[in-house]
């Protein structure tokens, strides 16, 4: 019996009936008439001469194309372009960053609400524009695949745009000469794809896959080859019978499927970013984002994933190694298997039918053509890079309510700290006092006002790789911060500490001199001291309430606060003002609006 084109009560068809020129307008754009019957697919991409990672998504979209016409439906092409991180690092452009996440989730939402689509592909791949789709899916909540847009190959000698900002500081210092710089810089990029390190473009990628949204086996493919199209012809076939199924992202996207990102996020070093991103998708569908067991998985997960920054590998080397579902392999025991996923079976059942399929025994092929083996990228459980997770989240009175450090990236003598503080106020003023030799070992570098109520919570990435590329200050200097970092950020580095300074939080009252104080093992981050004296807390907290009173102007507004607020008009004034903090995903508190 032939498959009904579209169900019951579908929302193209009952929209059609409310508008009659709905027809007419398809019809304009060069649908045929019997095509209107069909159910509608909107195809939205980040297509644009944006980045790398999203200039080849309008050609791959014609494969979608290709998969929805051949499944017995009618596409429609809509896109809204992202930026690009690293373009805009070390500018105020980097300001728009997180904020270009929630413009691109409405323009998804306006598309879908607007355009009467029964279901969705979205194509992206990069730091912003793969979470803003993601979040898309769910706030819609209409049958839906996610294609990650893939991967670049890496420059030469296996250098990744992210030592971009080390050998800008080695240049600074006279550690390389202006050729080398040049060279190395000009050939990061080789390729249409997401970068080739295990940034948040490729974390958002692998756990795209890992939350049931992406197909199998589609994530991290790199971005030259054939599998890339078949993944997206194979995304349009799919979301038809999604929409027959009424299989929707909410069924998929559980409580499970969430515990299992954090999960492989803890195994694999994934961006900090992510815990933004993956709050922001919780917080979409009411579920619970608990610090308390992140850590908690963070301390019972080992880290296997060797790859750069925290590693040796390429991120292309994954998908060769036998993708993301080798990652799962590894990670049986860990994970909920039961969790369903968007072919309509659960996680555990797609694994049985790749390992059937001899994908796992095929794939590795590929490492031939590089070096290395399975188990030199994906680590087995018998002998993981370290015996825990790699992300740990601290509190303390310096961070009431949380703060993130990646420790994959960290040496094992800076898994205690005790610093003197230098305070800055933004982060191009921290990096120069670097260069300048103004920051000492035994210092804890402190930028505030970089938070989203602030900023737009820009990345720190420069000033991280300045610290963590100078032997002297990279094992004796910790960064702490109410701002995020790149998935690039390797060293002692804390951020999105909160409450943060542009709302009240404690990061406000600190000077020059204090004390501070993290353990990684208890899962602290304090003012332990004021003006280099260690105090009992309750004097510390005394010390820093006086701070507080004498901030206050006459009005009572809070000084600290007021003389850093950056933005009052326009995207950025808008974000500030309505921005949620980190732990809750960044968004905007919609009950303020």
Not at 433 to 458: C, L, N, S, W
Request: with cysteine; charged share 20%; proline share 5%.
């Amino acid at each position: 019996m032939t498959q009904p084109a579209t169900p019951p009560n579908s929302i193209s068809q009952t929209r059609r009936a409310q508008s009659p020129e709905a027809d007419s307008l398809r019809m304009g754009c060069g649908w045929g008439r019997k095509e209107t019957d069909l159910a509608w697919i909107m195809i939205e991409t980040t297509s644009g001469d944006s980045h790398p990672g999203s200039i080849h998504l309008g050609d791959l979209a014609q494969f979608v194309d290709k998969g929805v016409v051949g499944g017995g439906g009618s596409p429609a092409h809509y896109t809204c372009t992202d930026i690009c991180d690293g373009i805009a690092q070390g500018t105020a452009g980097q300001h728009y960053s997180l904020p270009s996440r929630e413009v691109m989730v409405m323009a998804c939402e306006m598309h879908a609400q607007a355009g009467h689509f029964d279901g969705a592909v979205f194509l992206s791949g990069c730091d912003k524009s793969l979470p803003a789709h993601l979040i898309a899916a769910l706030r819609l909540d209409i049958p839906a695949v996610i294609v990650p847009g893939g991967v670049m190959e890496a420059g030469p000698e296996g250098f990744t745009l992210e030592g971009v900002g080390t050998i800008y500081a080695q240049k600074r210092r006279g550690e390389i000469d202006e050729s080398t710089y040049e060279f190395l810089r000009s050939g990061a990029c080789p390729s249409a794809g997401s970068c080739a390190f295990f940034g948040t473009a490729a974390t958002m990628q692998l756990l795209s896959e890992v939350v049931g949204l992406a197909m199998p086996a589609t994530a991290l493919i790199p971005a030259h080859l054939n599998a890339l199209k078949d993944a997206a012809r194979q995304a349009g076939r799919r979301v038809l019978e999604l929409v027959r199924e009424d299989l929707r992202p909410s069924r998929i996207f559980t409580q499970k499927a969430l515990e299992n990102a954090l999960i492989v996020h803890a195994a694999t070093g994934g961006s900090t970013n992510a815990l933004i991103h993956l709050a922001a998708m919780a917080r979409e569908v009411g579920l619970d984002f608990s610090y308390e067991r992140i850590n908690a998985i963070n301390r019972q997960v080992p880290f296997i994933l060797n790859l750069k920054p925290s590693g040796k590998f390429t991120s292309d080397k994954i998908w060769y190694a036998g993708g993301v579902y080798r990652i799962l392999k590894e990670l049986k025991a860990f994970l909920h298997l039961d969790a369903l996923t968007v072919t309509g079976l659960t996680l555990g059942e797609n694994l049985e039918i790749l390992e059937k399929t001899g994908h796992f025994q095929n794939m590795p092929r590929f490492l031939t053509n590089y070096g290395g083996t399975v188990e030199d990228i994906i680590r087995p459980l018998s002998n993981p890079l370290r015996p825990d997770g790699a992300i740990r989240i601290l509190t303390g009175n310096l961070a009431p309510d949380g703060a993130v450090i990646k420790v994959s990236a960290l040496s094992e003598q800076m898994r205690q700290f005790t610093g003197k503080t230098k305070v800055f106020n933004n982060q191009d003023d921290a990096r120069e006092a670097v260069f300048q030799g103004k920051i000492h070992p035994g210092d804890a570098v402190i930028i505030r006002y970089e938070g989203p109520a602030a900023t737009g919570m820009p990345e720190q990435f420069y000033i991280t790789e300045a610290i963590a590329s100078n032997p002297l200050l990279a094992t004796s200097t910790v960064l702490i911060t109410d701002g995020r970092f790149s998935g690039a950020t390797r060293g002692p580095a804390i951020g999105h500490v909160s409450p943060e300074a542009a709302r009240g939080g404690p990061i406000s009252t600190l000077e020059d001199g204090d004390l501070v104080h993290f353990d990684l093992n208890a899962g602290t981050l304090n003012i332990i001291g004021i003006d280099g004296q260690t105090l009992p807390p309750v004097d510390v907290e005394r010390r820093l309430a006086q701070r507080r009173e004498t901030a206050l102007a006459q009005d009572g507004t809070p000084v600290r606060d007021a003389r850093f607020a950056r933005y009052h008009k326009g995207l950025l004034g808008l974000y500030c003002r309505f921005a949620l903090s980190a732990s809750e995903g960044g968004g905007l508190s919609t009950s303020s609006l």
